[in-house]
């Protein structure tokens, strides 16, 4: 599979987390475990270019996948947007959380440019946060939407 | 790899949605107080932070435990055989095993004791009974289907109401003498003087409230790598550690490792609030389990076993009673409490308080008269506690004065908004005394009120509330709105070390600040951040008193062998009491260096006046030294006066002579759907008045997890048992957290009352909307329905049994025919 951009090749168990390889075998522990049951949503990554969580995707489904973890997310000319509005407007605590908010809020913004406040935390709703109430991510969100648009 | 994004200081944000904030909240200095961004971003925004889970150590082992299955039973038998044959198990520790060390037991912060691992019987579900040691996470979890626990099921304790019944099954036989669950009872206040306040009152309003067990669920669960080097004796623990001083002590006393020889390293944590200031049964585990193998050990709990054994916080089943005037004049306040503490009186708190700051029951009102009893009883539940952004049970205490204000104003018929403003306390009445002993530090509450009113529209609100309660009396359609008020006045930064311990440390703070010939400076705190933003408050503080740049400012914590003592970050007092530290020692530096400046430029030190980041000779313009120039001076060849060491750092001690009062008025509208029990936040008014405000835009980001926290609690949040003990909330799919969709956007407002005797008027906020806001949402939803009470959580079942007038008891799966 290709993470990030970069080619790896592993024998691994059947039932391997996605999760547990990209943490504990290739070291990208950004992406966080939190819950394993999907609700918490620590562990997204994109898959392909869709957001899945890790922590219920089997590793060997991966095989073949592209994927790519909140470490791919800067790019050659520095931090993304969504990551530079996060600092800014504060949309973050103890950054646990972090990863996953900032993976699909690229994703949003690729898929909708200008998104409402509603679509916004819609498109949120699957990861928890028990730092910001999620006001300033939210504000973040919004604030690389209109940076995005006026570059 | 590019630089992260040039600091912003002064603005909030730059984003023009960005609310404006009322004068005196955006205070910008360039170097100093104001809202700059957090240092600790760049790695975050990156996923380089280091959490305990990402830490590998060569040759790490990894564990797992192996938990019962039943609230209460006697083990019969643990056949680990089968588990130790697996080929990439390395130990399998038994209670026996620990037992024979000494070690089965381990003492609580609550004068109690603790089972490690089982070895009579389990007194409630998830309790350890086993800890397997193996190669990888997965073979360790495998070889747990392979040990043989043989258990004889006992009646288990369920409800806390029946605990003490005379023929209550005994959850703590192992404590000889003991006949009953009764843990405690403790009281605060003058019974015989409130008794004849209730007695001659024109008034008398009572209500029973429950506030449920609910649990903290930091996004990152607990977890621990230890490793013991056989050699050199050294244990060096890392762990999600909110007390690592205090982990390091019990360390020494349960274990008996030298104090020295042991360092507890908490690395970036995910979230604590309160999850993890204590020290848990698979904590010992892996440091057993590394001294054993002579390798690392890595624990890492999983959601379920976060939710089911680590601490829960609140279950106080409290009954209120309020007594007043028919005008609305409160007059006295009486609580009786049952007070559910699990199987092991686990709580962590100052010790001379086993119910906490509850007695802070009379919140924000001039109440001449105040009583409370606080019974605490075991039960087959987990133990621990006081956990959950509480400030020792000040959520509880404020839940419940703000629900009998409620349930007064719904009685007489009066307006809550108008009886809170009758009653509060009123400026001139500060430094105050409550009838329970507090003394209240400052405040000007009828301010915070009337902009938290004004903020919300409240008089707009409640005719748009009979106009729509109208409207769906005539349809039967729609939805009813509700509006709740509370006022909430916490007391944080524990505190003075004549009245407050925990484990018998008192809880003053040390701080070190050492300033580098450069003029950089390294700050060592004893607190520890679990997403405060420590690293960059912490510098900020250095950078105001010494009038250098925040960036110039390395702040270390959460590292036993690089920081002083204390007692880490709880109870919200990182600022009251470590932030007090940090300023006391930065202005011991300056007069150090103020002394450095009076030998270079040859004048007495009084002669010099200090101006942000330099002294300068009094009436002698621009001649002077910046604190850059003082602190090269101070490493260099320069001749000091007699007695006066060279170098610039210097550490202390600070011991709180009291405990901070931050307040504030908080007003939630919500919309509720009588048919489906459905509730929707439409606005959350949060007035918030924390002293003096250190990074704004930091304290705001506070107040906001604290809103959503409450609005969890009051709508979704619970731990409930059935009655066999059965957990019944133990992964996020029953456990329900507020996610962006339940969560509205948060309207702040501040004023600022600073604290008297805090070095800078600092008083703490990050437990402030935790405490302050359950009581508003609860208020709202009742007062849209028409109900004069139903026990949190406000789920639509819940909602929809009230509205028929029967709202359940919501601590227990039970039926009563419904």
Redesign the interface.
Known sequence: MVVNGREHTREI?P??LLV?LL??EL???????????S??G?CVVWMDDVPVKSCTVLAAMASGRRVR???G??GP???DQV??S?????G????????AM?LTSRWLLDHNPDPS?GE???A????????????????AV??AA?SEAGS | ?????AP?RGN????P??RARPAGAESSTPMGHGSM??K????????????V??I?LPGMLHAAVLRSPYAHARIVSVDTSAAESHPLVRAVITGEMLADRGLAWMPTLSHDVQAVLATDKVRYQGQEVAFVVAE???AARDALALIDVEYEPLTPVVDAQQALAPDAPLVRDEIDGRTDNHIFDWEAGDAAATDAVFAAAAHVSACDLLYPRVHP?????CGIVASSDAVSGKLTVYATAQAPHAHRAMYASIAGIPEQKIQIIAP????G?GNKVGMYPAYLCAVVASVITGAPVKW?E???ENLMTTSFARDYHMRGEIAATADGTILGLRVRVLADHGAFNGTAQPSKFPAGFFHTFTGSYDIPAAHCRVTGVYTNKAPGGVAYACSFRITEASYLVERMVDVLAHDLGLDPAAVRMGNLLRPEQFPYVCATGWEYDSGDYARALELALEMAGYDELRREQVAQRQAYEETGRGTVMGVGISFFTEAVGAGPRKMMDVFGFGMADGADLRVHPSGSAVLAVSCMS????HETTFAQLVAEELGISPDDVEVVQGDTDRTPFGLGTYGSRSTPVSGAATVVVARKVRERARIVAAAMLEVAPADLEWTKGRFDVRGVPGVGVTIGEIARAAHSDLELPEGVEGHLDASCVYNPPNLTFPFGAYICVVDVDPGTGQVKVRRFVAVDDCGVRINP??V??Q???????GIGMALMELIAFDGDGNHLGA???DYL?P???E?P??ELGTTVTPSPHHPIGAKGVGESATVGSPAAVVNAVLDAIGVRHADMPLTPAQVWRAVQGRPMRTDLAVSDGW
């Not at chain 1, 070291?27 to 049951?37: A, E, P, R, S, V």
């Not at chain 1, 996060?86 to 504060?90: D, G, I, Q, S, V």
């Not at chain 2, 909030?12 to 984003?15: L, S």
Request: charged residues 25%; hydrophobic residues 30%; contains cysteine.
């Open positions: 168990e039932r391997l547990h943490r504990d070291g990208l522990t950004g992406t966080h475990w939190g819950c394993d049951t609700n918490c620590a973890t909140v470490e997310l800067e000319f520095g931090l990551q530079r996060f600092a800014l407007c504060h973050l605590q103890c950054g646990f959380c972090t990863p900032l406040e916004i935390r819609s949120l709703s699957g990861i928890t946060c028990r730092c910001t109430g999620y006001e300033n991510i939210v504000r919004r604030h209109r | 790899m590019s630089a992260p994004p912003v909030q944000c730059p984003d949605d960005f961004l957090r600790e971003d760049a790695r975050f925004l990156r996923g380089r932070g280091r959490f889970d990402d590998q990888n996470r997965y669920a930091p996004l990152e669960t970036d944590i995910g979230g609030f890492t999983d959601r379920s679990q997403g405060q933003g835009m930091i705001e980001g107040i906001h997890g604290g809103l959503a926290d992964s996020f799919m957290l996610t962006a969709v969560c956007s948060w």
